[in-house]
């Protein structure tokens, strides 16, 4: 704790995840470790495919290799921390080090809304609309829902933690989570946190709930089109086409939702699959469910 104007102010914080569980901090830190490596790799070979091989240079590819490197980002923001905390058994963060791990994870987790919704539109387009496509989804517009994609998520996340960057922080300084999330650190706030509650929620509608809505949309298109197609075989096509990003999208916005809806008891193990098991199942799913990355996989290895 630091002072200034005789008030109490909050230098670091601890975080209290996973601390009653003083005897399997070994095997904690072990697991997270084998979790956090595979996910990097993973990430890094979809990656790799997507430049390398000429089959993937095509708009959904091109989307799955920017989901990657933001999924390598992603968990990059917090197993890092949770691992040294582990390891150490010092489990605190810094005041800037907290607001930085915020700011990303937010940011973060903004863009992989819009890169969902951009590549649900891409599904869309390829199944719904397979003249135009081409037309469309050409490299440029490709470019500009990318970085459209990046740029709407950092700015969203800016404007709220240069917010909260001025709230109040006087004690007690525990975080009842195993990073710093949102909730759980406005929780700790001396501040009147109203108007910081009701500047995430309007950002949280303006930058999150159209992606969202885009995506279901999308599919709910999608879904219309592949129910009309009068061969059992043109269904099955259809839908392998999107069946790796609908798993993904669902596991996403689902965990997401149970974390942020249910009661904070109930959403440890929640926070822990969208933050840390997530990014990397999403290689996993894609690469076992996708003929294109499996046949580049297979060249790899077979020269």
Not at 42 to 70: K, R, W
Not at 175 to 186: E, M, R, S
Not at 273 to 296: C, D, G
Request: one cysteine or more; aromatic letters at 14%.
């Amino acid at each position: 704790y630091g002072k200034t104007r005789n008030q109490t102010v909050v230098t670091e914080f601890i975080f209290l995840g996973f601390g009653d569980l003083p005897d399997l901090q070994i095997l904690l830190f072990l697991m997270f470790l084998m979790i956090y490596i595979a996910t990097v790799s993973g990430n890094i070979i979809i990656i790799a495919l997507v430049v390398a091989d000429q089959h993937l240079h095509t708009p959904m590819y091109f989307f799955l290799g920017n989901l990657s490197c933001l999924e390598t980002c992603y968990t990059s923001t917090i197993l890092p921390q949770m691992l040294a905390n582990l390891l150490i058994g010092e489990k605190t963060i810094s005041f800037s080090g907290c607001f930085t791990q915020l700011y990303f994870f937010c940011a973060l987790a903004a863009t992989e809304c819009y890169l969902l919704a951009a590549m649900s539109y891409d599904r869309y387009l390829a199944i719904c609309k397979p003249l135009h496509y081409s037309a469309i989804m050409n490299s440029r517009f490709c470019l500009q829902l990318a970085a459209g994609s990046w740029l709407n998520g950092c700015l969203a996340t800016v404007i709220f933690v240069l917010f909260m960057s001025h709230l109040i922080f006087c004690g007690p300084n525990e975080i009842d989570h195993f990073f710093c999330d949102l909730i759980p650190l406005i929780k700790l706030s001396c501040s009147d946190t109203y108007l910081i509650v009701l500047l995430d929620f309007v950002l949280a509608y303006v930058f999150t709930l159209p992606p969202f809505l885009l995506t279901l949309t999308s599919y709910m298109c999608i879904l219309t089109t592949i129910l009309r197609i009068p061969s059992t075989t043109g269904r099955q096509k259809a839908f392998s086409t999107c069946s790796s990003h609908l798993i993904v999208v669902t596991i996403y916005y689902g965990t997401l939702m149970v974390v942020y809806m249910l009661p904070k008891r109930d959403t440890l193990m929640f926070s822990v699959f969208y933050t840390v098991l997530t990014p990397m199942l999403n290689p996993l799913i894609y690469s076992l469910r996708n003929k294109e990355v499996k046949e580049a996989l297979r060249k790899v290895f077979t020269g």
